[in-house]
């Protein structure tokens, strides 16, 4: 039950309207209706990897700080964006490396950690939380263009 759990291959590829590249392509190519569960495991497995890996070559040749910080931000996507059985809330697991880049990107990395929870919205206001995320997105924004310098 708890590998069930953990590895929901039972379910398919995604479900619902999960923001990552399996639902995007779903409208023009039925992947759930063409391949196997397993194929679709296999395929996302690849794609996952094919996604991070560039940037983790890049950090074995090149180590530095900066690059550490990219390469977290870029595997994290990688996982979000072609991973197997995605929620929605995973978008918090790339905020998380983001905000390591906020002194260094400030303005792209507050776009991205607004933009990212702005997509949570729907499972917000489901929760009644809509004023709880509206105050905390002001006060982050107000810190954010009072503390780092992305208004020059």
Not at 50 to 78: D, E, H, Q, Y
Not at 116 to 145: E, H, N, R, W
């Amino acid at each position: 039950q708890v590998l069930q759990r953990l590895f929901p291959v039972d379910r398919g590829l995604f479900e619902d309207k999960v923001a990552n590249v399996w639902c995007s392509l779903s409208i023009l190519f039925k992947i759930k209706s063409v391949l196997s569960a397993e194929t679709q495991l296999k395929f996302s497995f690849a794609c996952t990897l094919l996604g991070a890996l560039p940037s983790c070559l890049k950090l074995t040749m090149n180590p530095t700080l900066r690059g550490f910080k990219l390469s977290l931000v870029i595997c994290a996507l990688s996982f979000f964006l072609f991973s197997f059985q995605v929620h929605e809330k995973s978008i918090l697991l790339v905020s998380l490396p983001v905000c390591f880049l906020l002194s260094e990107i400030p303005l792209m990395s507050t776009w991205f950690l607004l933009t990212s929870t702005f997509s949570m919205l729907p499972l917000l206001m489901k929760d009644g939380l809509l004023m709880a995320y509206g105050i905390t997105m002001l006060a982050f924004l107000l810190v954010t263009a009072t503390c780092l310098s992305f208004l020059e």
